[in-house]
């Protein structure tokens, strides 16, 4: 049984920064690309950022070149770099494992809030 916990969200103003971390347990972690989705107020789940256990990485067109993905497959841990945040970004993200770097999401973690308001 794989559980994901997920850390770092909350408040933040427009431009700032949060990091996200998530920490998995379960020996079959290192088979899965991990990463994060959120869902915003009245909208469906997007995937954000995903990363292979080799460190290949996918971005949403939305997040390129502000948020970075991390991974250290030692710890079992992924984490989410967010840079420049904007309103926009506001959602409850989500920590996932998945097969491949496009998802579907195979696990899920319960979600961490990030707010980004003035």
């Known amino acids: 049984q794989v559980q994901l916990v997920e850390s770092g969200g909350g408040l933040v103003q427009p431009g700032g920064s949060l990091r996200l971390s998530c920490a998995a347990s379960?020996?079959?972690?290192?088979?899965?690309?991990m990463g994060w989705y959120r869902q915003a107020p009245g909208k469906q789940r997007e995937l954000v950022a995903a990363?292979?256990?080799?460190?290949?990485?996918n971005y949403a067109s939305s997040v390129k070149g502000r948020f970075t993905i991390s991974r250290d497959n030692a710890k079992k841990m992924v984490s989410l770099q967010m840079n420049s945040l904007k309103p926009e970004d506001t959602a409850v993200y989500y920590c996932?494992?998945?097969?491949?770097?496009?998802?579907?999401?195979?696990?899920w973690g319960q979600g961490t809030q990030v707010t980004i308001s003035s």
């Open positions: 996932t494992l998945s097969a491949n770097l496009y998802g579907p999401a195979n696990s």
């Open positions: 990363i292979t256990s080799g460190g290949r990485t």
């Open positions: 379960g020996s079959i972690v290192s088979h899965f690309a």
